[in-house]
């Protein structure tokens, strides 16, 4: 982990295919989230792609922001 | 050079739209939504833009189910095929391209039942005239938003609140519409709405589409099915929009230049768009008509149609016509069939054809006033005699 860590650490948001990831980040965007695409870690999905990571105490709010559309979102869940 | 056939695909195309090709290529050229470096990343972002732009352009609030394809033929056969299975009746027009016409014919040989609806001699079709022809065992009705032939519109919106009359499914090819006419699918009823890129979307060929209306959704079978990036722990296709119908890799070099297309069109205005095409289109139908020996066909309306004006010269095949016009005054334009043998019937000019004007926004009233004066330099000549 950087040394620039959140203090609560991070979490991602795991989507069906690359497109609910490309979507959350316009969503994420709008709502002035901080949050990075990351490559999908291995260990917790089988997609290939991108998913969403941001600061773990930001988590309600990125559901919040993620809840108005249909991304097909699998999980979200502490890294 | 004056370039009239823009119903076959729009050129040029605006600057943007190369440039954008260009720069997908030279700087983030890599595949969208199969790897997570920042150049996968991009190249997905730049998919998803054209999702989002053509799913604004249709009134369709889903970019999730924008479905790109090679082309809207792509589009009409995974609509047509992926719906309609034996016992299935499909009501379709006289007026349809090949590209709806063909994949019906071939579902006719699997069980399918289909009525092709006689359209009037101007090619327009009578709503009343299909429901006549809609039965208890219709799953669909397939038209074409504007004939590619002679550009007559068709009452969409009509067909559209009928088909939800009657619980059926609509699918429109707007090939010949999208870009020129607005479109909202839920306004209009549209429950599959297939088109190309290339037209007067301004994007690349090769690039096209399926909107996917909720009414349709989980009801189409995949044509392909392959690698979607996702769910990559299973050999089983995945059942999600639009990951289920776009196996494989994506053209995302094309699917670049057509957002830049479709950020053009949203730009300038669907309506001014129009505007222009239809001023145009109100000249060469006036023009061509006053010269003797000239028969137009279609409308005679340029509100009624697209910019799409077909005629004949008496005496003259139409790709004698065709050539000589390239040949005397540089004039680029089509002859023949059109890929719709059915609306030449319709329009008794089967097996002839017919030479077709087709500009676009970036054709003039000066250049229009020209070809109307190249056809009647020849029409005014006996056939043959242009040595």
Known sequence: MSSCEPE?????????????ALGAERLLLAAGIAHKLIPVPRHISSNCGFCVRFAWADRDRVEHALAVADLGTERVMRL | MIYFDNAATSWPKPEAVPKAMGRFLGEHGANPGRSGHALSIQAGRVVFEARERAARLFGHGDPMSVVFTKNATEALNLALQGLLGPGDHVATSTMEHNSVLRPLRFL????????RVPCGADGSLDPADLARSVSVRTRLVVLSHASNVVGTLCPIAEIGELSRERDLLFCVDAAQSAGVCPIDMAAMGIDLLAFTGHKSLYGPQGTGGLCVGE??????????????GSASDSDVHPEFLPDCYEAGTLNAVGLAGLAAGLAFVEEKGVEAIRAHETALAARLIAGLREIPGVGVLGTGSAERQTAVVSFNVAGWRCSEIAEALEERAAICCRAGLHCAPLAHRQLGTFPEGAVRFSPGLFNTETEVAVAIDAVRELAARPKGGLS
């Open chain 2, 108 to 115: 006719e040989g699997r069980g399918v039942e289909v009525s």
């Open chain 2, 215 to 228: 009414r349709a959704r989980g009801r189409l079978r995949p044509l392909l099915h392959g690698g979607t």
């Open chain 1, 8 to 20: 609560e650490g991070y979490g991602v948001a795991l989507f069906r295919s690359v497109q609910g």
